[in-house]
Nanobody, 125 residues
Framework: QVQLVESGGGLVQAGGSLRLSCAAS????????MGWFRQAPGKEREFVAA???????YLADSVKGRFTISRDNAKNTVYLEMNSLKPEDTAVYYC???????????????????WGQGTQVTVSS
């Protein structure tokens, strides 16, 4: 079982930056694919970014050039660096972990086995 705890959310003005962190329990973190999803009020949860255990990176078109994902396996932590934030980035951001047993796309929620509780990001205009 893996537990994921997100942190780093908050209120920021448009154009600003935030870095989200997701700390994972367990000794096999380096073998997990990690993803970030977000859910805005009244909308479905959507893919934001993923980083496989082989360090292959996936980003949603809406965040390319502004967000990046990275991981520190020594700290069992994955990060989402968010720059040039826009009001439409306002959402609850969720971290997810994938054991690597699924053939589903990294863009799909159904690929992921474990989820964090989420952290709120609010971007004011």
């Amino acid at each position: 079982q893996v537990q994921l705890v997100e942190s780093g959310g908050g209120l920021v003005q448009a154009g600003g930056s935030l870095r989200l962190s997701c700390a994972a329990s367990g000794r096999t973190f380096s073998g997990y694919g990690m993803g970030w999803f977000r859910q805005a009020p009244g909308k479905e949860r959507e893919f934001v970014a993923a980083l496989t255990s082989w360090s292959i990176l996936y980003l949603a078109d809406s965040v390319k050039g502004r967000f990046t994902i990275s991981r520190d396996n020594a700290k069992n932590t994955v990060y989402l660096e968010m720059n040039s934030l826009k009001p439409e980035d306002t959402a609850v951001y969720y971290c997810a972990a994938d054991r690597g047993t699924s053939s589903r796309s990294y863009y799909s929620q159904s690929r992921y086995d474990y989820w964090g509780q989420g952290t709120q990001v609010t971007v004011s205009s």
